[in-house]
């Protein structure tokens, strides 16, 4: 199997505040993890790429001292929203990239909802 | 630049039902195109998995299809139950030229309401 948890499923903050969500790849090791952001009715924007052991490789417009992300070990990433604001509410999915034949097929979490007060 | 165009934005059927939804791309060259279903706050979920050289894929009552000459995809649902209602999201990865890369490129997804 290919199973990629996170934590928490839910979370309400209060402006200012840091909020820490982790993904985790249950039955498989993961060198490279994604991270995605989701507003209503959208489809999922890519935030970072998260390499283990290295630093994440964040996508234009991202502000990297905003959304803090470490990948310490082949199972874990985490990603921190610093200094939250209301519009940093959103649903927040990861990915875990894991390679099957001759695919290299992301595995997604259920995603987390963070709702910024 | 690589999009990926769905249609139609929503649709609404009646139990029991088929319906086709489709999938407009413009990735050149192409590794492999995907379909995902996603419940409301959930994450997504695969449905298959296609690439360049196949032109179906079969997966219980979803049946994909690719066409890579025209770059068209489709996906049907045969007999549509109430659990079918989600979002149905195209993704294609790009032949990356970089090893590491395998970004998805995601479509703009398709809300299904089926009704009772």
């Known amino acids: 199997g290919a199973v990629v948890s996170q934590h928490p499923s839910w979370v309400i903050c209060k402006s200012g505040t840091s909020v820490k969500i982790e993904c985790r790849s249950l039955?498989?090791?993961?060198?490279?993890m994604f991270w995605y952001r989701q507003f209503p009715k959208q489809s999922l924007m890519l935030m970072a790429t998260s390499n283990e052991g290295s630093k994440a490789t964040y996508e234009q417009g991202v502000e990297k001292d905003k959304f803090l992300i470490n990948h310490a070990s082949l199972t874990l990433s985490t990603l921190t929203v610093t200094s939250a604001h209301p519009e940093d509410s959103s649903f927040y999915i990861c990915?875990?990239?894991?390679?099957?034949?001759?695919?290299?097929?992301?595995?997604f979490g259920p995603g987390t909802r963070l709702t910024v007060l | 630049k690589n999009q990926v165009e769905q249609s139609p934005q929503s649709l609404i059927i009646l139990e029991g039902k088929n319906c086709t939804l489709q999938c407009n791309y413009t990735v050149s060259p192409f590794s492999n195109l995907r379909w995902y279903k996603q419940d409301t706050g959930r994450g997504p979920v695969s449905l298959t998995i296609?690439?360049?050289?196949?032109n179906t894929k079969s997966n219980g009552r979803y049946t994909a299809t690719l066409d890579a000459d025209t770059k068209q995809s489709s996906l049907h649902i045969t007999a549509s139950q109430l659990s079918d209602s989600a979002s149905y999201i195209c993704?294609?990865?790009?032949?990356?030229?970089?090893?590491?890369?395998?970004?998805?490129?995601f479509g703009t997804g398709t809300r299904l309401k089926v009704l009772a």
């Open positions: 039955d498989f090791q993961a060198t490279t």
């Open positions: 993704v294609v990865t790009p032949r990356s030229t970089t090893s590491g890369t395998y970004k998805y490129i």
């Open positions: 990915s875990a990239r894991k390679t099957s034949g001759h695919y290299n097929e992301q595995f």
């Open positions: 296609m690439t360049f050289s196949e």
